[in-house]
């Protein structure tokens, strides 16, 4: 079946520095990945869709600019949390989805997560 | 952002009952999702609905995928301590974005 690999599991990071998170598609090709972020006790938030190839579409109350997503190749997608402060701890969840095969081939995968720590 | 309306949001049970949970939306959904998290990890699917009337049984599992479009439920049968976890709805309305539930909560008593 599809297998969607995050990395890495878990970071800490200092205040103000970045953070890059990388989610790949081990078995298929996602033209499409989306992004979560979960907080504890609560469900999975969309931050972001990704298109390969094209610009990510945020959704609304998320800073592009803090969130940067790269989606250079139909395997790779990348969230880069930009000069992080404790409030962006959380947990952070890709999901990809190969719309080339067809409606609803692989469904929604998603990787096993990323627990981000800023202090 | 959008969110479905999941319920219960916890429930303590016995071994070896049965349980049920379901979601609704004030939206037409065309594909309904039900996965199960445990803690740090992400999502994993449990059944998949297509279509309006559905049911897809998956072992213990048994779900189905409202007339209306509107909504679905989720049914384990005779719980095992396994089943511990966060069991959370979703849909998506055409290939787009899945929108979640606030996420069920099954605790199991042995």
């Known amino acids: 079946g599809a297998v969607v690999s995050q990395h890495p599991s878990r970071v800490i990071c200092k205040s103000g520095t970045s953070v890059k998170i990388e989610c790949r598609s081990l078995?298929?090709?996602?033209?499409?990945m989306f992004w979560y972020r979960q907080f504890p006790k609560q469900s999975l938030m969309l931050m972001a869709t990704?298109?390969?190839?094209?610009?990510?579409?945020?959704e609304q109350g998320v800073e592009k600019d803090k969130f940067l997503i790269n989606h250079a190749s139909l395997t790779l997608s990348t969230l880069t949390v930009t000069s992080a402060h404790p409030e962006d701890s959380s947990f952070y969840i890709c999901?990809?989805?190969?719309?080339?095969?067809?409606?609803?081939?692989?469904?929604?995968?998603f990787g096993s997560g990323t627990r981000l720590t800023v202090v | 952002g959008q969110q479905l309306n999941q319920s219960p949001q916890s429930m303590f049970i016995q071994e070896g009952e049965d349980v049920s949970m379901n979601c609704t939306s004030s939206?037409?959904?065309?594909?309904w999702l039900w996965y199960k998290q445990e803690p740090g990890e992400g999502p994993v699917l449990l059944i998949a609905?297509?279509?309006?009337?559905e049911l897809t049984s998956n072992g213990r599992l048994t779900a189905q995928f409202g007339i209306t479009r509107k909504d679905s439920f989720l049914n384990i049968s005779a719980s095992i301590p396994s089943d511990v976890g966060i069991y959370f709805c979703?849909?998506?309305?055409?290939?787009?974005?899945?929108?979640f539930g606030q996420g069920t909560r099954l605790t199991i008593n042995p």
């Open positions: 979703a849909g998506s309305q055409g290939a787009q974005k899945l929108v």
């Open positions: 609905l297509y279509k309006a009337g």
């Open positions: 078995d298929f090709q996602a033209t499409t």
């Open positions: 999901s990809a989805r190969d719309l080339s095969q067809g409606v609803f081939r692989y469904g929604y995968t």
């Open positions: 990704s298109n390969e190839g094209s610009k990510a579409t945020y």
């Open positions: 939206s037409i959904f065309n594909t």
